[in-house]
C-alpha cells in the first residue's frame, strides 16, 4: 500500500511527461508534412514515436499517419527516403520517372527542401510564441493602479485588505500606481506590519495588515529543494531558523547567506503551523544582458499578497509578449551552452530525459497554466536544439543544402554517410552525457 502513491507520481510524471512531448514532435513534424506537400513533396510516412506501430491509417493522399510504440520523438519519411532520418534510398529514386523523382524529397528543388527541412523548427518557435502570447490573453494583464484583486490566504491579523480596495499610501508614502507600491515594498524596512490608507467603496479609510511583499509562495519550481520539503503554492513563510521574517527580501537574504546549509522554515498553511527542512541549492541563473548569476535558491516565487485587478490583452501585445519570451529562452539557452563549454558555469545545467519528465510531472501538478508554459519551454529547446549543425538533426541538413548551393551540386553520397554517422555518434553521446547529469548532478 506504501507504493501506491510513489506508482502515482511515477505514472502521472511519465504520462505528463509523453503528453508535453508528443505535442511538440506533431507540431514539428507537422511543419515539415505540411511545407513539403505545399511544395509537392510527397510524404509516405508521419509517425509519432518509434518502434512497433500501435495504430495507423493512410489518408486519401497514400500518407500513412500512425503512432509507434516508443514515444521519444517522430518522423516524416517522404518519398525517396530511405529512413526516418531521410536518408537516400538511390534504388528507389532511380526506379522513378520523372514526375514522380520530382515528388521525392531528393527531387524537389534546393529551396523546397531546405524550405522542408527548416519548417520543423520553425513550427517548434511557432507553437512557443502562440502558447506563451494565449497565456497573456487568457490571464490579462494587471491594470496601472494599485487596485486589489483576490487576496490570498493569510493569517487574521494580517488580511485586512479586501477585493476591491485601491491602495493609496504605504505607511505615509504616496503609491501611485502597481509600480511604485512594489518598489516600496522592496525600499521599506521588513516589519510585522504596515499601514495602508486604502479606498473602499469611495470612501477613505486606514487599516493595518501585512508587509506588501510579504513571504507568501506565489509557485514552487520543478526539481527544487522547495519542492522536494513539500512546500506549495500559497504557503506562507513564518520564520527561518527560529526567527521570525515578515518580508519575502529577508527570506532571500537569509538562502543567501546559508551556503547551502539546511534551513528550517516555519510555515502557516489554512490555519496550521508546520516546520519544513530542507538544503537551499546552488543555481546559475541567465540575465538579460546574456550573462549568468550563480546563487543559492530553494525554489520559490512570491509577490504582492493579493492578485492585482487585470485587463484584457490585446492580440499585438500578446503576441510581443510571446515573441520576446520565445526569444530570451533562444538566447539564454545559446548563452548558458556557451558558458557550459568555457567552463563558466556547470555542466549539470544540462538536463537529460529523466529530468525533463520529472520538470514535466510537477509542472503539471501544479496547474494547466504552469503545463503550458512549460510545453511553450520545451518547444523553443526542441526546435533550438534540432537547428544545431549536426547531421541527422534539421540542421546537418540545412549545411548540407548550404554546400549545395554554394557547389552547384549536393555533397558525395560516401561523404553524407560519413557525417551521418559521425552526427548520430554525437547526438548519443550528447544524450549519454545528459543522462548522466541526471543521474549524479545534485
Known amino acids: 500500500m506504501e507504493l501506491i502513491p510513489q506508482f502515482g507520481n511515477v505514472a502521472f510524471t511519465i504520462a505528463a511527461f509523453i503528453v508535453a512531448l508528443s505535442v511538440i514532435v506533431a507540431i514539428h513534424e507537422y511543419g515539415h508534412y505540411i511545407v513539403g506537400r505545399l511544395f509537392g513533396i510527397h510524404a509516405q510516412v508521419f509517425s509519432i514515436g518509434f518502434g512497433p506501430i500501435l495504430a495507423s491509417r493512410v489518408d486519401r493522399r497514400g500518407t500513412r499517419w500512425q503512432v509507434a510504440a516508443l514515444p521519444f520523438g517522430g518522423y516524416v519519411r517522404f518519398l525517396g527516403d530511405a529512413d526516418a532520418v531521410s536518408g537516400k534510398d538511390t534504388a528507389a529514386i532511380d526506379a522513378l520517372d520523372p514526375a514522380e523523382r520530382r515528388r521525392s524529397m531528393q527531387g524537389a528543388p534546393l529551396w523546397a527542401r531546405a524550405t522542408t527541412v527548416a519548417a520543423g523548427p520553425i513550427f517548434n518557435f511557432a507553437l512557443s510564441v502562440l502558447l506563451f502570447a494565449g497565456i497573456v490573453l487568457v490571464s490579462g494583464q494587471a491594470v496601472e493602479e494599485a487596485h486589489v484583486g483576490t487576496v490570498k490566504s493569510l493569517p487574521a491579523d494580517l488580511a485586512v485588505l479586501q477585493e476591491g480596495d485601491v491602495i493609496t499610501a504605504i505607511d505615509g508614502q504616496e503609491v501611485t500606481g502597481l509600480d511604485s507600491l512594489f518598489q516600496l515594498g522592496r525600499a521599506l524596512p521588513a516589519a510585522p506590519t504596515v499601514t495602508y490608507n486604502v479606498v473602499r467603496d469611495g470612501e477613505a479609510i486606514t487599516l493595518e495588515g501585512a508587509f506588501p511583499l510579504i513571504p507568501v509562495i506565489d509557485s514552487v519550481s520543478p526539481q527544487s529543494a522547495a519542492l522536494s520539503a513539500g512546500l506549495k503554492q500559497g504557503d506562507v513563510i ?205
Open 238 to 442: 513564518r520564520a527561518i531558523d527560529g526567527q521570525p521574517i515578515h518580508a519575502f527580501g529577508e527570506l532571500r537574504s537569509a538562502v543567501d547567506a546559508s551556503a547551502g546549509e539546511p534551513l528550517v522554515l516555519s510555515v502557516w498553511r489554512t490555519g496550521e503551523m508546520l516546520e519544513f527542512t530542507l538544503r537551499p541549492r546552488r543555481m546559475d541563473l541567465p540575465l538579460p544582458d546574456g550573462g549568468f548569476e550563480t546563487r543559492w535558491l530553494i525554489g520559490i516565487t512570491g509577490g504582492l499578497f493579493f492578485d492585482p485587478v487585470t485587463e484584457p490583452v490585446n492580440i499585438l501585445k500578446a503576441a510581443e509578449f510571446g515573441i520576446s519570451q520565445t526569444g530570451f529562452i533562444i538566447q539564454s539557452s545559446l548563452s548558458g551552452l556557451w558558458h557550459m563549454i568555457s567552463g563558466a558555469i556547470s555542466s549539470c545545467n544540462l538536463q537529460g530525459p529523466i529530468r525533463i519528465a520529472e520538470t514535466s510531472g510537477a509542472a503539471a501538478s501544479q496547474g494547466l497554466n504552469d503545463f503550458i508554459w512549460f510545453i511553450a519551454v520545451l518547444s523553443t529547446a526542441v526546435g533550438l536544439l534540432n537547428l544545431f549543425p549536426i547531421p541527422v538533426l534539421d540542421g546537418g541538413h540545412l549545411v548540407f543544402h548550404a554546400y549545395e548551393a554554394v557547389a552547384g551540386k549536393p555533397p558525395p553520397d560516401k561523404a553524407v554517410r560519413i557525417f551521418m554517422s559521425v552526427g548520430l555518434s554525437l547526438l548519443l553521446l550528447l544524450m549519454l552525457f545528459a543522462l548522466t547529469n541526471d543521474l549524479f548532478c545534485p
